[in-house]
């Protein structure tokens, strides 16, 4: 069955530090793939996407992105992370299956920034 | 250009009652989708509507419903409620529906949605 996986739950880095949050995901094909940060309260705000081409994908807020068709990874990167990143971020994949397409979503990641 | 706006954006019912939730999406987006998140299940895809018609549906009972308006606002109805139906109802809406390359969708900040 089609997956998406965040092993992390949570993670904590101080402000100024660097960032990397793991997506793997299960699918046979390359799906389309995406980050979204979600702040308290708010709906999902989206980061970044990939859809084909340069594996090395760049997003608002400073954030990217980088597709490992080997590892079926798609890792978000920030070099320095600054107090307002603390959200919660989701990867998901959008595939075809069974003649629909669907969108899904891992299990999200907790961010926490200290000072 | 306004966003996604959802109504209410609180709701309190009790086990056995039925819900309505509202979505507007963006100016000129046809297609709605709808999400429901949980602690527990995470994001999870209810629906989607494009141009009136439900195009794609995920895994859950018959008493969850949606429709969509010919001006593109979309509802969902949840009936006979149950206490795991407490959740965050999100929408989100885009210009083409899903699987269209550059598809993006914009989410509304959600419905919570408490059953007692």
């Known amino acids: 069955a089609q997956s998406v996986t965040q092993p992390d739950i949570h993670i904590t880095v101080s402000e100024g530090a660097s960032l990397e949050l793991r997506c793997n995901y299960s699918y046979g094909a390359t799906p389309y793939l995406f980050w979204y940060v979600q702040s308290p309260g708010q709906g999902l705000q989206l980061l970044l996407k990939y859809f084909s081409g340069d594996t090395l994908v760049q997003g608002i807020k400073g954030f990217e992105a980088e597709f490992k068709r080997s590892q079926s990874s798609f890792n978000l990167r920030k070099p320095s992370v600054h107090w307002s990143d603390a959200a919660e971020y989701f990867c998901a994949v959008g595939l075809s299956t069974s003649g629909t397409y669907k969108y899904i979503f891992g299990t999200g990641t907790r961010l926490k920034v200290l000072a | 250009k306004a966003g996604v706006t959802q109504t209410p954006r609180y709701l309190i019912k009790t086990r056995g009652q039925q819900v309505t939730l509202s979505c507007s999406p963006i100016?000129?987006?046809?297609?709605v989708s709808w999400y429901q998140q949980t602690p527990g299940q995470g994001l999870q895809f209810l629906f989607e509507y494009f141009s009136e018609t439900q195009r794609n549906k995920g895994n859950f009972p018959g008493r969850f419903s949606g429709r969509q308006f010919s001006n593109s606002r979309s509802e969902m109805n949840v009936s006979t409620l149950e206490l795991g139906d407490s959740a965050l109802y999100l929408c989100?809406?885009?210009?083409?529906?899903?699987?269209?390359?550059?598809?993006?969708?914009?989410f509304g900040p959600g419905t919570r949605l408490t059953v007692l």
């Open positions: 100016s000129g987006h046809r297609s």
């Open positions: 989100a809406s885009s210009l083409s529906p899903s699987g269209r390359i550059n598809n993006e969708q914009f």
